[in-house]
């Protein structure tokens, strides 16, 4: 058997080909080969088959799809057996495949032994290795499928690894003197990207490495145009720098010095005292003021090679100006100046150290590289660089929303996302159910870690869950960020992907936050996640949105306050003294508002207004109230974002749910409250835990919180269905 994701879904018996079947059906499988060997949650398989709106039969559908592939895989399998290659998994599939079997896993198996020829010294053998893994790439990932299947986050993870595996084979191959094995690859990666700078300035070298010195330089022409044309921008300092050293013909000899790689993580030019144990040793940062130093590695590719450092610098710059690609961090040969748009003001100094007086600029510069330059033009714009990162106009957005002055409680909560920021994580995901607190929580940490982001904060508010409007579009929130980082609006380019594009580039040297806030799912999302390595993306959701975890985002799931935080809580918002009054009263409100930060919060914003009134009158409208959400109706409102949300069937059972007896639901136990089958009741609930509107303590077990338990009882007697699907 031979499955293929890497081009085209396909499916080989022996020399015979198979039939995958519909498009969306080849979606699921390619979904299962893209997880290569890990679980798929089913309600990643719903979000990758219907981006926008699952139909009611959407599980049903899911199923008759896994049948049709399990049948397909082992044909001789008979009716309801589990066969051994598509297996069931609590809430979700595995494809079980050998590494010889699958593509993908052959791929990332020569790519790890490139790797480790690279780590130590074996260059030639490295090349091979990439170039072998490349071989068995055959086109854009998972053809066939349908385009917005495509787009999901996890097909476009694995473009990734292809093109990161391309810049090492082309960083190997030129240490090694053996060019042309990297080049075939290298257009193929050029093509399926042609903004990525670095994957140009590669083949740049590489066709020059090659004897091909007019393809090289018609390349760098090429792309030139097209980031003129499509980005508004000029080449940064790394593809300007590949074509100086075209230009002086530097590129046709065997780099001399030694290969510097990296396993695992990518290590990106950030400060640092102690690398990871399993990264050999950096260069050591240079001191300032001082004489300069060798470049930190590049965070383009795991490899990089240093160039000869005879005469390999243009005029005004000595050797230890090389970057990571080998090529110098300037762009202007003929007067040896560092790389700017037309009429761009002289460069300053960058960093605490004095202007060289060679014309190169001072230490601090070279330590961390030089920048392109991003002229974006236009009032209100700042000609201050953040340190280290080269000159040019730029913005620094400052969006975040106000925060509390303090944060009762989440000790714990705000520790984790600490060492999570700290961890070099892309994306951090804080989930949980409405109202418990997960824009409170990452608006404070977001404000307390401004100082790790000086080039910015981004802030958009998503809407995934706003009852009254509906979900902010990917290309507007694009069009809203691009805007805070000064670009005019007539520069922004039509269509999403270019818009991705431009952001990206944009952030691609900085060192920005950016909080997405109440995402409604991985598809709106992914185009507004930065990939440059000083950036993070802190987003909150209702959902546990298990694509986007999948793909490396570290999840933070909350749960409601203990006992003693709701309480602290309450005196925090209407003072100690009347707490410290009344404390049977208070017990009591923190017990009728279970706890929830939104319904402590609406509660307090009454007894505040109301100096004069007591809080066992408060407590005794909380105890009238009993049974519905009438004095909570900014918490109604917040349930009924989630609820609007889900499925008709998912809806009926949630409906259902309050008549369950007893503190733990089961599948079993719902499924003869709605009627269905278990293993259809264990989906639902799975969709509904997902949805944070159940909690699974452990597995197989759920409970529904309190005012959850309510506002499912309102529904089920308005005899209502959720709006919105």
Request: aromatic share 4%; with cysteine.
């Given at each position: ?345 002289p460069p300053r100094p960058v960093g605490p150290g004095p202007p060289a007086s060679d ?356 529904r089920a007697a308005a005899g209502d269905r959720p709006r919105g699907r």
């Amino acid at each position: 058997m031979r499955l293929e994701v890497l081009g085209p879904v396909r499916v080989w018996r022996e020399e015979r080909e198979l039939d995958p079947g519909f498009p969306q059906q080849r979606a699921l499988l390619a979904l299962l080969l893209a997880h290569a060997g890990r679980p798929v949650p089913t309600t990643e398989i719903v979000d990758v088959l219907w981006a926008e709106r699952p139909p009611a039969s959407a599980l049903n559908v899911v199923r008759r799809y896994a049948g049709a592939l399990r049948r397909l895989l082992e044909p001789g399998l008979p009716p309801r057996a589990p066969g051994r290659r598509l297996l069931r998994r609590t809430g979700g599939y595995l494809l079980e495949a050998a590494t010889d079997e699958v593509d993908l896993l052959r791929f990332r198996e020569l790519t790890r032994q490139g790797k480790r020829a690279a780590a130590t010294g074996r260059a030639e053998t490295a090349a091979r290795q990439f170039v072998l893994a490349l071989g068995e790439w055959r086109g854009q990932v998972a053809m066939g499928i349908p385009a917005s299947a495509r787009e999901h986050v996890q097909f476009t993870a694995v473009q990734r690894e292809l093109l990161e595996t391309a810049r090492l084979a082309a960083d190997a191959a030129l240490l090694c003197g053996r060019a042309e094995q990297a080049l075939p690859a290298l257009r193929r990666a050029t093509a399926h990207d042609p903004l990525d700078e670095s994957l140009h300035a590669r083949l740049v070298l590489v066709l020059a490495a090659c004897g091909l010195q007019a393809e090289a330089l018609g390349a760098y022409e090429d792309v030139r145009r097209r980031l003129a044309r499509d980005l508004g921008l000029i080449p940064g300092t790394e593809l300007a720098a590949a074509h100086a050293r075209v230009l002086r013909q530097d590129v046709g000899h065997r780099l001399k010095s030694g290969l510097v790689v990296h396993l695992g993580r990518p290590i990106h030019p950030t400060k640092t005292t102690t690398p990871p144990a399993t990264t050999a040793p950096l260069p050591p940062e240079p001191p300032t003021p001082g004489p300069p130093a060798p470049a930190p590695t590049t965070d383009r590719g795991l490899v990089d090679a240093e160039a000869d450092a005879a005469g390999a610098a243009a005029p005004g710059l000595s050797a230890s100006h090389l970057s990571g690609s080998g090529a110098p961090a300037s762009a202007d040969v003929d007067s040896g100046r560092t790389a700017r748009g037309p009429g761009a003001p002289p460069p300053r100094p960058v960093g605490p150290g004095p202007p060289a007086s060679d014309g190169s600029t001072g230490s601090g510069a070279v330590a961390d590289g030089l920048a392109a330059a991003v002229e974006v033009g236009g009032p209100g714009r700042t000609a201050d660089a953040p340190a280290g990162r080269g000159v040019g106009e730029f913005v620094r957005p400052a969006q975040l929303p106000s925060a509390l002055p303090s944060l009762v409680g989440r000790v714990v909560e705000s520790a984790w996302l600490e060492r999570a920021a700290g961890s070099a994580a892309g994306v951090v995901l804080v989930s949980g159910m409405a109202g418990i607190g997960k824009s409170t929580l990452a608006l404070h940490w977001a404000h307390r870690a401004t100082d790790r982001f000086p080039e910015g904060q981004l802030y958009v508010a998503l809407r995934g869950s706003d009852p009254a409007r509906p979900a902010v579009e990917s290309a507007d929130a694009l069009r809203a960020m691009l805007a805070a980082l000064g670009v005019p609006a007539p520069r922004m380019p039509d269509g999403l992907d270019a818009l991705t594009g431009m952001y990206r580039t944009l952030l691609a040297r900085r060192r920005v936050l950016v909080v997405l806030d109440d995402a409604a799912g991985t598809g709106q999302l992914s185009p507004l996640l930065p990939t440059g390595p000083g950036c993070l993306a802190l987003v909150t959701s209702r959902h546990a949105l298990p694509g986007l975890v999948a793909s490396g985002a570290r999840p933070l799931r909350l749960a409601t306050p203990s006992a003693e935080e709701a309480y602290a809580l309450l005196a925090g918002l209407i003072g100690a003294e009347r707490v410290t009054a009344e404390p049977r009263a208070a017990d009591e409100i923190v017990a009728r508002c279970g706890r929830l930060p939104l319904a402590l919060a609406t509660v307090a914003a009454r007894a505040a207004g109301r100096r004069d009134l007591p809080l066992a009158a408060v407590a005794g409208e909380l105890r009238e109230a009993h049974g519905s959400l009438d004095a909570l109706a900014a918490l109604r409102e917040a349930f009924q974002g989630s609820y609007r949300l889900l499925a008709p069937d998912s809806a009926r059972l949630f409906r259902l749910l309050p008549r369950h007896e007893g503190p733990d639901i089961t599948p079993a136990g719902a499924a003869a409250l709605a009627g269905l089958p278990v293993r259809r009741a264990r989906l639902l609930l799975g969709v509904l835990a997902d949805a944070h509107l159940l909690t699974e303590p452990a597995p197989g077990r759920y409970t529904l919180h309190d005012l959850l338990r309510v506002f499912a009882t309102e529904r089920a007697a308005a005899g209502d269905r959720p709006r919105g699907r």
